[in-house]
Protein backbone atom coordinates (compact mmCIF):
# COMPACT_ATOMS: atom_id res chain seq x y z
CA UNK A 1 0.00 0.00 0.00
CA UNK A 2 1.35 3.04 -1.01
CA UNK A 3 1.65 6.05 2.22
CA UNK A 4 3.10 9.56 2.30
CA UNK A 5 2.09 10.96 5.75
CA UNK A 6 3.40 14.87 6.47
CA UNK A 7 4.30 15.96 9.89
CA UNK A 8 5.95 18.78 11.15
CA UNK A 9 3.13 21.19 10.56
CA UNK A 10 2.09 23.52 13.57
CA UNK A 11 1.31 27.28 14.60
CA UNK A 12 4.68 29.38 14.43
CA UNK A 13 4.71 33.19 14.37
CA UNK A 14 5.33 34.96 11.43
CA UNK A 15 9.25 34.99 10.63
CA UNK A 16 9.40 31.68 12.47
CA UNK A 17 11.02 28.21 11.10
CA UNK A 18 8.96 24.71 10.75
CA UNK A 19 10.44 21.43 9.10
CA UNK A 20 7.83 19.80 7.11
CA UNK A 21 8.65 15.79 6.47
CA UNK A 22 6.92 13.46 4.33
CA UNK A 23 7.50 9.43 4.86
CA UNK A 24 7.18 7.38 2.33
CA UNK A 25 6.35 3.64 1.80
CA UNK A 26 4.69 1.40 -0.84
CA UNK A 27 6.87 2.24 -3.70
CA UNK A 28 10.48 2.96 -4.68
CA UNK A 29 10.95 6.67 -3.16
CA UNK A 30 14.03 6.78 -4.84
CA UNK A 31 12.73 6.34 -8.38
CA UNK A 32 10.06 9.29 -8.31
CA UNK A 33 10.09 13.03 -8.41
CA UNK A 34 9.00 14.23 -5.56
CA UNK A 35 7.09 17.60 -4.77
CA UNK A 36 4.94 19.86 -2.16
CA UNK A 37 1.93 21.47 -2.68
CA UNK A 38 -0.34 23.94 -0.53
CA UNK A 39 -3.55 24.97 -0.63
CA UNK A 40 -5.00 28.23 1.80
CA UNK A 41 -8.28 28.27 2.94
CA UNK A 42 -10.53 29.14 0.02
CA UNK A 43 -7.99 29.16 -2.84
CA UNK A 44 -6.59 26.35 -5.03
CA UNK A 45 -4.08 24.63 -4.58
CA UNK A 46 0.09 26.17 -5.37
CA UNK A 47 2.35 24.32 -6.33
CA UNK A 48 5.66 24.95 -4.53
CA UNK A 49 8.50 23.15 -4.89
CA UNK A 50 10.03 20.17 -6.35
CA UNK A 51 13.03 18.36 -6.40
CA UNK A 52 14.06 15.47 -8.85
CA UNK A 53 14.50 11.63 -7.84
CA UNK A 54 17.92 11.74 -7.48
CA UNK A 55 17.82 15.19 -5.07
CA UNK A 56 20.34 16.96 -7.86
CA UNK A 57 17.66 19.14 -8.99
CA UNK A 58 15.38 21.39 -6.75
CA UNK A 59 12.59 24.35 -8.21
CA UNK A 60 10.95 26.43 -6.12
CA UNK A 61 7.96 29.00 -6.75
CA UNK A 62 8.95 32.58 -6.88
CA UNK A 63 7.17 33.64 -3.32
CA UNK A 64 9.31 31.20 -1.64
CA UNK A 65 12.78 31.25 -3.25
CA UNK A 66 15.24 32.03 -0.58
CA UNK A 67 12.73 31.26 2.46
CA UNK A 68 12.50 27.59 2.13
CA UNK A 69 14.55 24.56 0.85
CA UNK A 70 13.33 21.47 -0.49
CA UNK A 71 15.66 18.24 0.20
CA UNK A 72 15.74 14.43 0.34
CA UNK A 73 16.69 11.34 1.72
CA UNK A 74 16.25 8.09 -0.08
CA UNK A 75 17.75 5.94 2.09
CA UNK A 76 15.25 6.68 4.75
CA UNK A 77 12.41 7.15 1.72
CA UNK A 78 11.92 11.11 3.69
CA UNK A 79 10.97 14.05 1.88
CA UNK A 80 11.57 17.28 3.35
CA UNK A 81 10.36 21.25 3.51
CA UNK A 82 12.32 23.63 5.68
CA UNK A 83 10.82 26.92 6.29
CA UNK A 84 12.34 29.50 7.35
CA UNK A 85 10.81 33.66 7.53
CA UNK A 86 7.33 32.57 7.83
CA UNK A 87 4.41 34.62 6.70
CA UNK A 88 0.69 34.97 7.12
CA UNK A 89 0.47 34.32 3.65
CA UNK A 90 2.23 30.66 3.95
CA UNK A 91 -0.73 29.74 5.93
CA UNK A 92 -2.15 26.50 4.25
CA UNK A 93 -2.62 22.43 4.55
CA UNK A 94 1.04 21.93 3.02
CA UNK A 95 0.88 18.38 0.54
CA UNK A 96 4.02 16.20 -0.71
CA UNK A 97 3.30 14.20 -3.76
CA UNK A 98 4.96 12.79 -6.83
CA UNK A 99 5.09 13.88 -10.28
CA UNK A 100 6.33 13.35 -13.55
CA UNK A 101 6.83 15.35 -16.56
CA UNK A 102 4.56 14.78 -19.70
CA UNK A 103 5.32 16.96 -22.38
CA UNK A 104 4.93 20.26 -21.29
CA UNK A 105 2.31 19.28 -18.32
CA UNK A 106 3.04 18.10 -14.93
CA UNK A 107 1.56 15.12 -13.70
CA UNK A 108 0.85 14.28 -10.07
CA UNK A 109 0.72 10.88 -8.96
CA UNK A 110 0.79 9.92 -5.27
CA UNK A 111 -0.49 12.36 -2.68
CA UNK A 112 -0.01 12.43 0.93
CA UNK A 113 -3.07 13.25 3.42
CA UNK A 114 -1.88 17.15 4.07
CA UNK A 115 -0.28 18.65 6.86
CA UNK A 116 -1.53 22.42 8.59
CA UNK A 117 0.59 25.21 9.24
CA UNK A 118 -0.46 28.18 10.25
CA UNK A 119 1.56 31.56 10.62
CA UNK A 120 -0.09 33.87 13.09
CA UNK A 121 1.05 36.40 15.89
Known amino acids: EVQLVESGGGLVQPGGSLRLSCAAS????????MSWVRQAPGKVPEWVSA????????YYEDSVKGRFTISRDNAKNTLYLQMNSLKPEDTAVYYC??????????????WGVGNRVTVSS
Open 97 to 110: ATYRIVGVDVAYGY
Open 51 to 58: ISSGGDKT
Open 26 to 33: GFSFGNFN
